[in-house]
């Protein structure tokens, strides 16, 4: 089975460019979740859906956050304009409600210069 | 604000010994989570801990749930190498809600 797949794996953009980062979740599964990890912060819930809608965005750090999710198969997250400090590990994430377990896709690595 | 602290941040052990990483919490919650992440990769989730008194055992990892006193445990047992790894505790303070606050991690080092 195909686990949770995130493009691109590396990202290297220049402060003030539009980043736009993409997710596809577990076949069959309704919740999606975008996390970001920093050092600093450790990990953090940015965003999550629940059957397409978003739930809590309460995690977003600001409006140069975007999230959507058009379809069951498909969710971007976005950032515009970037800067040095978003540069992190984004991961997401989905799960089948009622059944407790997330599963992380391999992240995307971004470095804001 | 809902606060999940894990100690020790960092722990070095050595093949063969045993031990204890906590995951404290500040509210009320049923359900409880441990991942493990190697480095440069993902989250592997290990342990889903649903209810007070809940013991789950996979290989050299034990984990446990104390609803009351709002902590968790991972007891590791005779240590190898290929456990080194941070573990991460998780806390879904909300039933139902699947919103998940992370602990700080243990970065786990075990030396041959």
């Known amino acids: 089975d195909a686990g949770v797949i995130q493009s691109p794996r590396h990202e290297v953009t220049e402060m003030g460019q539009e980043v736009t980062l993409r997710c596809k979740p577990i076949?069959?599964?309704?919740?999606l979740f975008w996390y970001r990890q920093t050092m600093m912060r450790g990990l953090e819930l940015l965003i999550y859906f629940n059957n397409n809608v978003p739930i809590d965005d309460s995690g977003m750090p600001e409006d140069r956050f975007s999230a959507k999710m058009p379809n069951a198969s498909f969710s971007t997250l976005k950032i515009q304009p970037s800067e040095p400090r978003d540069s992190a590990v984004y991961f997401c994430a989905s799960s089948l409600s009622g059944q407790e377990t997330q599963y992380f896709g391999p992240g995307t690595r971004l470095l804001v210069l | 604000e809902l606060k999940v602290e894990q100690n020790p941040l960092f722990l070095s052990m050595q093949e063969g010994k045993n031990y204890t990483i906590y995951c404290n919490y500040s509210?009320?919650?049923?359900?409880l989570y441990w991942y493990r992440q190697d480095p440069g990769k993902s989250l592997e989730s290990l342990f889903v801990?649903?209810?007070?008194?809940a013991v789950k055992q996979e290989g050299r990892l034990m984990a446990s749930l104390d609803t009351k006193a709002r902590l968790s445990t991972l007891h590791i047992t005779a240590a190898v190498h290929d456990l080194s790894a941070t573990y991460f505790c998780?806390?879904?303070?909300?039933?139902?809600?699947?919103?998940?606050?992370f602990g700080t991690g243990t970065r786990l080092t075990i030396i041959p």
């Open positions: 801990l649903l209810s007070n008194g």
């Open positions: 076949s069959g599964h309704n919740s």
């Open positions: 998780a806390v879904d303070p909300d039933f139902g809600n699947e919103k998940l606050t």
């Open positions: 509210t009320t919650s049923d359900r």
